[in-house]
């Protein structure tokens, strides 16, 4: 599929046990709506043929045999446009099988028994099944020859990335799950048939099993537990469907009996992840079998959630969570450069604007940490030509207020004097006219810095460091830059989340910042800073997916016009998304010697760790991609 897409589903018919004729006519039911909405591969639950909850009927011939003919009127109605996992018992060899027949184009292409066979507390399916053998074998099943055996791959020739492998239930909750040498071997993508239960607390401890899983194995996982229908003797089932995606749960359900949980896998996203985990287990066990297939693949619109931005966590508890754990990280990050210099002072360049609040903000809590007077955070405000009254007013109110040391020094006169000194009209307000009062207050930051024994703490974010939006040898240089992983998007967050527990006198400070429009404050009237780069959620967007998962420029500019449609026109993403890579690689320069400063999140641009990338990279080809949708 374009883009790297898979559109999978998985769902629940609503069965009654032992009738194989009616569950074949919802199963075909179900198929039919998948191929209607473009699904390529569908995944349905364990026995879903007879149902799980047969009992001793499995050791009846008639169940066995209806539903082997069951399951030939089911394969006549499964097309060459998807693929679909079912679950049915299986007799081989006076042996009987839970297993998941794998089915395309009216085609057996494998069968697949449950490794793990559970025989302890309400389960007890050893009474009637065998584990899966060792080694595949050959069988003939609803009239096709095809071969039996849990280590195989059935591989798309139409979508190489798409390969798919099956375990079922219990499978996934042993200590060496099948789906994690499927995943080393080569799968991409694991279907799970299941039959789990319902009881309070277990769904929680399957999501973080299932999490976990998925995570470790950088795979594709579509789980389908059987629901509505089976017996409620002993149990009870929810029917409890879930995709999920190297970790991330993108897609749920429960309770949806003879409906389709559809979503989209990024299987491009799936082979990066493992391609960039030098780590990721590549095996090769000769007993497994790579079964070919062929998929008619029907392109669709994308059915999946991505969050606007996906530096935040969407979740309100989750996110107040997230932003102190980020903020104490850059404390604990400033805290140890502190205790290892014996530094017990800290400049900071306060502006007003969120950058320079949210540095202070983290220099308090270390200083905490380190039972520090906050009198030795040295804040200097040193307005100038564009400096508003709104920035300056709330600058020296914050530090007053946190009881640190502030110092107002205009630098006007100062920046005239150095236009002198380089024959600069003063009227001139180009790119020297800014970036000398940049440079001018970094000189000064340094310099007190010497006379106090202390350090001059970084503000610049991330979001600022991938579009070069600093002045080299500028704002862009500091001792310790407590921002530098911090996107401008999270920025506002994290501010905005510390604002909620301060007193109410500081917490109007803060507020009135977050009101703020960003803004250099370098020339005089009004200056925004998204005017002139572009909107920071459009910037973080193209960053996440360009750094964190290696999306081309296509791709991303596809995913933007998806989440931020009726936000930004179509050519407003494409104006910025081709200005993003025009700055990211002709600024790499700045990141090359940009200092120290704490990761705190997947995305960090360190030359020293995440990113070891040449400041002479040529940004032509990822140019040449985007401009082709022109």
Known sequence: MEYGFLKVASANPKIKVASCFENAE????????????????LVLPELCVTGYTAGDLFLQNTLIAKSEEAVKQIIKEVPNSIIVCIGCPVSFRGKLFNCSLVISNRTILGIVPKKNIPNYQEFYELRWFTPALERAQKIIFAGQKTLLGYKMIFCCNDFPLFRLAVELC??????LPPSSFHSANGATVIANLSASDELAGKSTYRDTLLGGLTGRQASGYIYASTGEGESTSDLVFTGYNMIWEAGTRIAQCENCADKLLISDLDLEAIDHERRLRNTFTCAEDPDYIYVNFDLKISESTLNRFYPRFPFV???????????????????????????HIGCKKAIIGLSGGLDSTLALLVTLKAFKMLNLDNLGIICVTMPCFGTTERTKGNAERLAEAYGCTLRIIDITSAVLQHFKDINHDENLQDVTYENSQARERTQILMDIANQEKGIVIGTGDLSEMALGWATYNGDHMSMYGVNSGVPKTLVKVLVKEISKQEKPKIAKILDDILDTPISPELIPGKQETENLVGPYELHDFFIYHALRWGLGPKKIY????????????????????????????????????????????????????????????????????LEEIH
């Open 26 to 41: 919802k199963i075909i039911f179900l198929i039919k709506e998948a191929v209607k909405e473009k699904v390529s591969l």
């Open 558 to 625: 596809y995913l933007s016009k998806y989440v931020f449609n009726g936000i930004y026109t179509d050519e407003v993403i494409y104006k910025w998304l081709k200005s993003f890579y025009y700055r990211f690689f002709s600024q790499q320069y700045k990141r090359s010697c940009m200092p120290d400063g704490p990761k705190v999140g997947s995305v960090a641009f360190s030359p020293r760790g995440d990113l070891r990338m040449p400041s002479d990279a040529c940004s032509r080809d990822w140019i040449n991609e």
């Open 170 to 175: 219990e499978d996934a909750w042993v200590t």
């Open 313 to 339: 966590p969407d979740d309100d508890s989750l996110r107040s969570e997230r932003c102190s754990h980020i903020t104490n990280l850059q404390a604990l990050g400033l805290k140890r450069r502190l205790e």
